[in-house]
């Protein structure tokens, strides 16, 4: 590790963000079913387990953005996506799009195209092939929106995309 020092941090951040992925939709799924806000359930989780502190970092900062903009969120989703309305998808579909929208187009920390490479494999993952591919055509089309109108905006650098 020590001969590695490019390669090192690199790895660890990825790490670190991966996690911080995967906490902050527990929260956001856990928070669904009404017992606690999702700060609560975040905050409980790192309590417990506090051993990544870049992971907890990223894990509020997404939580924060899905809390402050969920109504915005579930918007895009409906605009977007408007055969599968938020109220009808199942509760961990809901927590996955809202978090990723949440951080591709509100993170000033990840490039768009990294958060959407993680989230579609985290769709895959946690519901299947068919939500990854929501996933993808979800995200895909909000960043292709997102990006060339906007003058400087927070969805992501110029190069956060490539146009397909």
């Known amino acids: 590790m020590g001969d590695r020092t490019s390669a090192g941090p690199r790895t660890d951040r990825a790490r ?3 996690a911080g992925r995967r906490l902050a939709l527990a929260a956001i799924f856990e928070a669904e079913f009404g017992q606690r806000t999702s700060t609560a359930v975040l ?3 790192l309590a417990e387990a ?3 502190p870049a992971a907890a970092a990223v894990a509020r900062e997404i939580v924060a953005i899905v809390t402050a903009r969920r109504d915005r969120i579930d918007a895009t989703i409906e605009r977007v996506a408007p055969q599968y309305p938020v109220v009808s998808l199942a509760r961990m579909d ?3 799009l809202r978090c990723a929208l949440g951080e591709v187009l509100h ?5 768009a195209r990294v958060a959407i490479a993680e989230w579609v494999e985290l769709a895959r993952i946690y519901s299947g092939e068919p939500m990854r591919r929501l996933m993808n055509g979800v995200l895909g089309r909000v960043v292709s929106e997102t990006t060339p109108a906007s003058a400087g905006g927070s969805a992501s650098p110029p ?3 490539r146009g397909s």
């Open 94 to 96: 809901r927590a996955l």
């Open 50 to 52: 506090e051993d990544d």
């Open 16 to 18: 670190s963000a991966r």
């Open 43 to 45: 905050e409980r989780t």
């Open 107 to 111: 993170s000033a920390t990840t490039p």
């Open 159 to 161: 190069d956060g995309h």
